[in-house]
């Protein structure tokens, strides 16, 4: 019997390990979604966290301006962006800046010109 016991409690303690990628994260990583990166890539800039656990309660450890760090999360709907293989010719233009901006299950999505609210995929 005590083996039996021993037996289920590895497995259940294996399975704990394995919910952040049963939900799609990485273990550590925060709920929530990064802002867009809009900012001038600064390379001399060290990044300044590696992982969401290194960042305050509600923020993320995400890529701005060519480097990581904190920034606050933002939310995120289920699906992916899909993919856009189109160049653009005219100026960069944004029609959204983050999901909430989007109506219904839309997605703020990068394009080939510019973020707009699109239907996910997945």
């Given at each position: 019997?005590?083996?039996?016991?021993?037996?289920?409690?590895?497995?259940?303690?294996?399975?704990?390990?394995?919910?952040?990628?049963?939900?799609?994260?990485?273990?550590?990583?925060k709920s929530g979604g990064c802002?867009?990166?809009?900012?001038?890539?600064?390379?001399?800039?060290?990044?300044?966290?590696?992982?969401?656990?290194?960042?305050?309660?509600?923020?993320?450890?995400?890529?701005?301006?060519?480097?990581?760090?904190?920034?606050?999360?933002?939310?995120?709907?289920?699906?992916?962006?899909?993919?856009?293989?189109l160049r653009c010719v005219s100026?960069?233009?944004?029609?959204?800046s983050k999901d909430s901006d989007?109506?219904?299950?839309?997605?703020?999505?990068?394009?080939?010109?510019?973020?707009?609210?699109?239907?996910?995929?997945?």
């Amino acid at each position: 019997m005590r083996a039996q016991s021993l037996l289920l409690l590895v497995a259940l303690l294996g399975l704990g390990s394995q919910l952040p990628a049963a939900l799609g994260r990485r273990k550590g990583e925060k709920s929530g979604g990064c802002p867009p990166d809009d900012g001038p890539c600064l390379l001399s800039v060290p990044d300044q966290c590696l992982h969401d656990s290194q960042c305050p309660s509600g923020m993320k450890c995400c890529r701005q301006g060519c480097f990581l760090q904190c920034v606050r999360k933002v939310s995120v709907k289920t699906g992916r962006c899909p993919e856009d293989r189109l160049r653009c010719v005219s100026p960069v233009q944004h029609l959204c800046s983050k999901d909430s901006d989007c109506q219904g299950r839309k997605r703020c999505c990068p394009g080939a010109c510019g973020r707009d609210c699109r239907n996910p995929v997945g």
